[in-house]
């Protein structure tokens, strides 16, 4: 899910958003002060609220035997 950047309009504050694909043509409003936000750009895209699957926090790739 895509992580964008905003800033307001009317007061300036800069701030991010969560949003789907789906949902990036919407208005978006300030949660300062409700005003106009338009967007900047895109800060990050994550994988957010989804599983994966894995077992193990660090690393990566496949687990190996300590024997070879």
Do not use: D, H, V
């Amino acid at each position: 899910m895509p992580l964008y950047e905003y800033r307001c309009e009317t007061c300036g504050r800069q701030y991010e958003s969560y949003k789907r694909l789906t949902e990036e043509k919407k208005n978006e409003k300030c949660p300062a002060c409700g005003g106009r936000a338009e967007k900047m750009g895109i800060s990050l895209f994550t994988a957010k609220g989804t599983s994966t699957g894995g077992g193990s926090s660090c690393g990566g790739g496949p687990r190996r035997s300590p024997f070879g």
